[in-house]
């Protein structure tokens, strides 16, 4: 089966968005995780991890795609690493990074 070119006009840090629940792709091999909410009381649900990149669904079912350009280099490092570890994702965007988004997704 022959596969169509990648679409090399869409930046590394893109992410196309279909609105996926929990578990499914969000774009090619990222997948929306769920957030293990370690202190349980998170109002983060599930985020996925790109290049330069994180989509954070909430909670109330929102999704807010941050990245290197929108944010900065090292809070998306930082998220990343807030992220896969499952503890303080939530407090850590609003106290530093709230308004930092590229774009609501959902």
Known sequence: MD???PDRRRPANAFVYARPAIGE???DDALIQPYLNLNGDSGV???AIGPQAIAVEFGDGSVYLYT???AGTEAIARMHELARGGRGLNTYINRYVRE???ERLR
């Open 3 to 5: 596969h169509p070119a």
């Open 25 to 27: 792709p969000m774009h």
């Open 45 to 47: 649900r599930g985020y």
């Open 68 to 70: 290197a350009d929108s």
């Open 100 to 102: 930092g988004y590229a």
